[in-house]
């Protein structure tokens, strides 16, 4: 069995709430971080877990927090990152809804070590129930001593509230998120100045997803050598997977990086393989912003080795035979799945998504889902493969925030994998609208000459 | 149904008053606009969606302007700007859910409460619309009902009659 770090306990009955949380171990770091750390000697062992942010990006925590400018007198925020909009993307929604003092123990934790004195967790609104799951939570720890003032007697305090969004991708951003705490619309900030030098109100800001946050509690408890030790490369510890689309059993799953793509999808352990006894065409294996590859690059890379889940692994061969790990959202598609369909319907996400800021994105996202919609509803022209090729390359770094490289890479890379399919749609409108391309010859473990863009 | 027309001054219940002062305490002295989100929540919780009339209201409790409230309230998507049914089925309309049936549903949906999207039933009770990615791909097709958000999830027309069904009788 696979060792897990923060599921470990999550079929334990009563494990959201407090008591039952504290005989299983919980509170410990807590105790441990404050009666026994200092703030700086806890940002240590983070950066010697190797622990890589788990909201997307990837990039280094401890890292991160050293960054975090100090100024006399000034306030400094750890702000959680739950707003989870990322197609693909629900393990944050699954760690809060049934282990939530993970998370209220890992802010404890981190904003101790970056010397916040008030925290927020912003939510995304639609998860109402996760709120109040977290309220709950945070009245708890409270009247237990862990949060408000001189907790454990350590002399530090912090407040911790829960702030809900408003319904809005953006805010996943960090500057959005932080604009959107700020009470305002989600408008992604232009940086530099970074967070943490000027984040909430102007202030220091350190902006850290759920998962990462939860995975401080085991860095603490077991050191951060420990942790380092699980997985591969540089590639540290555990990772929750949402596993969904034509899966056997869909779902969250902790990993331990490293894991063979292939036994992820097929081992009775994790996703029991292809619903319906129907054969893989393809995966997002990182959330929807992620590039899409058919099923031989996901279970191989371009020289044959087997593909595994890690930061490396999944982003090797860069775009023309990669993809990335992103929030690990990890979308499986089966043989009768449309590409057309899926990429014109991630298109129209992000064109209701992006905030309009820079045209690039504001327009092209609109372009790109408008000449998607006439492919896939048999209107197309052979010229639009290539317009929408035009399109995202134009959106593709020249935007205020990511969100346009985002809208741009899923178009670019069915395309780059997928050519034949969208010409299927354009040589066969009539065909197209009932039946699908189906499976062709993506299958077949790299049967099929690796095309290189450009 | 509705507990308030368009041009209708509206009062907010002390309830709903004394949340907001609660709300307001969480930031600093002077942020007190970062409690706008929260503020309008509660309200379309209270009034089942956002009048002009209450977002001024919400304007001169935060001691902001109207236009700020506006802004805000038209940029997300959770807040209505118009009257809704009593109950909004919220369909998530995104890829990994269209890969286990959610458009087949809506269409169902459609069907089943005779009205389009973004319209109200004659009766005042049900409206509904297809959203975005609910962070619950793994266990589409979902959809989610206001203003507690509750969640269903692995859906099928039969459920989907049975609940409709069920809210009828409520
Ligand atoms: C459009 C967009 C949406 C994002 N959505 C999320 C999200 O829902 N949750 C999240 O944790 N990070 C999201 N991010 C990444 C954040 O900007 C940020 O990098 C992250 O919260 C940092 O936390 P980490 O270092 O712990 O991963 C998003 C980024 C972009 C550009
Ligand atoms: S890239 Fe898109 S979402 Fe990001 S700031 Fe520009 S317009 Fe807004
Ligand atoms: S795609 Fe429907 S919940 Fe994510």
């Not at chain 1, 949402?242 to 869909?250: D, F, H, I, K, T």
């Not at chain 2, 001691?63 to 700007?81: G, H, K, P, W």
Request: charged fraction near 25%; aromatic fraction near 8%; charge should be negative.
């Amino acid at each position: 069995m696979a060792r897990k770090l923060l599921l470990e306990h999550i079929n334990v009955p009563g494990i959201n709430t407090l008591d039952v949380y504290r005989q299983k171990g919980g509170y410990r770091a807590v105790e441990k971080a404050l009666k026994t750390l200092t703030p700086d000697e806890v940002v240590e062992e983070v950066k010697k877990s190797g622990l890589r942010g788990r909201g997307g990006a990837g990039f280094p925590t401890g890292m991160k927090w050293s960054f975090l400018a100090k100024p006399e007198g000034v306030a400094r925020y750890l702000v959680c990152n739950a707003d989870e909009s990322e197609p693909g993307t629900f393990k944050d929604r699954y760690l809060m809804t049934y282990i939530p003092h993970a998370l209220i123990e890992g802010m404890i934790v981190s904003s101790f070590a970056l010397g916040a004195n008030t925290s927020y967790i912003y939510v995304r609104g639609e998860m109402m129930p996760q709120i109040r799951i977290l309220e709950r939570a945070i009245a708890e720890a409270k009247n237990a001593g862990f949060l408000g003032k001189n907790i454990l007697g350590s002399g530090y305090d912090l407040e911790l509230y829960v702030q809900p969004g408003g319904g809005a991708y953006i805010c996943g951003e960090e500057t959005a998120l932080l604009e959107s705490l700020e009470g305002k619309r989600g408008n992604p900030r232009i940086k530099p100045p970074f967070p943490a030098i000027a984040g909430l109100y102007g202030c220091p800001t350190v902006v850290n997803n759920v998962e990462s946050i939860a995975a401080v509690v085991p860095i603490i408890n077991d050191g951060g050598d420990e942790y380092a030790k699980i997985g591969i490369g540089r590639s540290t510890g555990t990772k929750l997977i949402s596993a969904s689309g034509n899966l056997v059993r869909p779902g969250v799953y902790e990993i331990e990086l490293g894991l063979p793509v292939e036994e992820f999808i097929y081992s009775d352990e994790w996703c029991g393989g292809i619903a319906n006894g129907k054969r893989l065409k393809a995966t997002v294996a990182g959330g929807s912003s992620v590039p899409i590859l058919p099923a031989n690059l996901t279970l191989k890379l371009a020289n044959g080795e087997p593909r595994l889940m890690s930061y490396e692994s999944l982003s090797e061969g860069g775009f023309a035979t990669g993809s990335m790990m992103g929030s690990g959202g990890f979308i499986a598609f089966d043989e009768d799945q449309c590409i057309v369909r899926n990429t014109w319907n991630f298109s129209r996400f992000y064109h209701h998504e992006s905030c309009g800021q820079c045209s690039p994105c504001r327009e092209g996202t609109g372009w790109m889902e408008k000449v998607l919609h006439r492919l896939e509803y048999g209107h197309g022209k052979m010229s639009d493969i290539d317009l929408l090729v035009d399109v995202s390359k134009k959106i593709e770094g020249n935007t205020i925030c990511p969100l346009g490289d985002a809208a741009a890479w899923p178009v670019a890379s069915a395309i780059r994998h997928f050519r034949d399919e969208f010409e299927w749609h354009v040589n066969e409108p009539v065909k197209s609208l009932s039946t699908n391309y189906g499976l062709a010859n993506y299958a077949d473990p790299i049967a099929k000459a690796v095309t290189i863009e450009n | 149904m509705l507990k308030v027309e368009e041009t209708q001054p509206v009062e907010f219940s002390s309830a709903l008053i004394a949340k907001c002062d609660e709300i307001v305490k969480r930031y600093p002295e002077g942020k007190q606009k970062s409690a706008l989100l929260p503020i309008l929540h509660e309200v379309q919780a209270e009034l089942g969606w956002l009048s002009t009339s209450a977002m001024d209201k919400v304007a001169a409790y935060l001691d902001i302007q109207d236009i700020e409230v506006y802004e805000v309230a038209s940029f997300y998507s959770m807040y209505f700007l118009k009257p809704q049914g009593k109950y909004v089925l919220e369909v998530c309309r995104t890829g990994p859910c269209c890969l286990v049936g959610a458009e087949k549903l809506m269409g169902h949906i459609e069907e089943k409460l005779g009205v389009k999207e973004n319209q109200v039933t004659e009766d005042g009770l049900f409206s509904w619309r297809g959203v975005e990615c609910l962070a619950a791909c793994g266990y589409g097709p979902v959809l989610q009902i206001g203003p507690e958000y509750t969640f269903y999830e692995n859906l099928n027309e039969q459920k989907v009659d049975e609940l409709i069904e069920d809210l009828r009788k409520k």
